[in-house]
């Protein structure tokens, strides 16, 4: 009888633990883009040779920020500015953020390539949070008659621990902006955000392409224009204990009603 007893308390006592215990929580995100350009020729009998050209210098950058609160006081940034390949990384124990932007002048149609990743868990802290981005300007000149078309092939995907207060997201944005032939303006965007948020399905990605346009109607001026790009990251991994699953809650309600009996028992007088 006394056996039981003890292996009844035990059984109660690991149900409450493991009702009570909160998982690791985590969370991670990445992004990145690759930006090219194609030439359309708006009247074929101009005799005009369809043309861009990119104006230096050139802007490119990325950033990366870091906030880990162990007593709610410690914070480290870190940020890179660059007209040619840039990169900037911070790489703690329990977190790590990145980001970096490759010129790729090299191809024949293609620009830049950005990146940012992030991941943090809260094992050594109350709080940990990790944003990154990376962007890039390009003004541009194009020939009468001529329209550019810039594509993003691109990737996004944000990760948190189901069930936690953690949050995640990542987005990409594109835009050319600039004047029409006639002295007007134009403007063409493209914006893809994903959030990864807490209680929601543990994992999301986006992989495909995004497109964005500038036109010159001029007939035989040329026309400038500019071009904007951006990748971004973010997340957050809490020591706040969630809320219990329901599974969490069958276990703690079955801990309970075995040390209730278990009460109970001890209180009937022995005959």
Known sequence: MHFKKAGLATLAAAALLLA????????????????????????????????????????????????????????SDTYDFGTGNVSTAYAGSNIAAAASVTNDASWSSGLFTLTTTGSANNEDAVYNQFNSSAWADRQFTLSANTMVVFSASYRIGADTTPGSFDAASSNTWMETWGPNADGGSQSSYVSIDLAEKMYVAPSQSIANRARVSFSNLSDNSPLTGDLHAQIGTFGIASAVTPVPEPESWAMLLAGLGFVGALARRRKQPTV
């Open 20 to 75: 009570a215990n909160p998982a690791t929580a985590a969370s991670s995100a990445y992004a990145s883009m690759s930006v090219f350009y194609k030439l359309i020729d708006l009247d074929l009998d101009d005799n005009i040779a369809t043309s861009i050209s990119f104006a230096m210098p050139e802007g490119y950058g990325n950033g990366v920020g870091i906030t880990t609160y162990t007593n709610y006081a410690s914070n």
